[in-house]
């Protein structure tokens, strides 16, 4: 008796599982997945868009608002004008004698500030006793009122009894009015504005000193790279995205 053989190709297929539909429950928990990936992020980010709305684009826009109207005093509703409020004040020559002095006072403060700020921060990242605390001491004038800052200064720099015309009377100069002239009072204005910032840029120098690998310094001294040079090859060009940083916050305070 023979045996019917069957082929490969008429076999019977073995029975395919059937699907299992997942529960609402979690196609609910999916549903939200996706959703918290999707909208959680613009969630995190709300609140400084928020607050820079209400505290900094508000204000920048009713300021260009307001500039357009001339508004008179007891007056509900203001007279639009257009562009001339920015036409008398272009002719103004006050206008421009300030315009001058801040920039006259941008500029020689803000370089010698930088700099010195750079020197500060370099030598803060060196191995020193205390340097914890010297580190905390260069904020003190950050943290300073400038109510106080502006007394304690327009005392130094004082024609009768001021501490700077005392020392330069040690070297034959006789009293000098700082405030009475531009550049006195220039550069009065500017010290003051450099012993309260320049331990603020130091500290922002110094956290990017210490981002620098020091195998780079190590390889430098080895192939005898002064500490000079190693400053001037190795630590400057690599703070240059910082120090634009620097430049760029300090223009903005300054103007």
Do not use: C
């Amino acid at each position: 008796m023979t045996v019917p053989t069957t082929s490969p190709s008429h076999a019977a297929a073995p029975p395919r599982p059937s699907r299992i539909e997942p529960s609402p429950q979690r196609v609910r928990a999916a549903k939200r997945s996706r959703l918290d990936m999707k909208v959680s992020p613009y969630l995190y980010i709300a609140p400084f868009f928020i607050v820079f709305g209400i505290f900094g684009a508000y204000p920048l826009i009713y300021t260009a608002w307001v500039a357009l109207h001339d508004w008179e005093v007891g007056t509900d509703s203001p007279t639009f004008v257009g562009l001339d409020n920015f036409t008398k004040i272009l002719a103004d020559s006050n206008f421009w004698n300030a315009v001058m002095n801040t920039i006259g006072i941008f500029l020689i403060s803000t370089i010698p500030q930088l700099l010195l700020a750079l020197v500060l921060a370099n030598a803060l990242n060196k191995k020193l006793r205390g340097r914890t605390l010297l580190r905390m001491g260069v904020l003190i004038p950050n943290i300073t009122s400038v109510a106080a800052v502006a007394i304690v200064f327009s005392q130094l720099y004082s024609r009768d009894f001021g501490f700077i015309n005392w020392m330069l009377h040690f070297v034959g100069l006789g009293p000098y009015e700082w405030q009475a002239y531009k550049w006195s009072s220039w550069v009065a204005i500017s010290t003051m504005v450099d012993w309260r910032w320049i331990g603020y840029n130091s500290l922002i120098y110094l956290a990017a000193m210490q981002s620098i690998p020091r195998d780079i310094y190590e390889s430098a001294a080895l192939d005898g790279a002064s500490q000079s040079k190693q400053f001037w090859r190795i630590t400057v060009p690599m703070l240059r995205p910082t120090i634009l940083f620097t430049v760029i916050v300090t223009t903005i305070g300054a103007l």
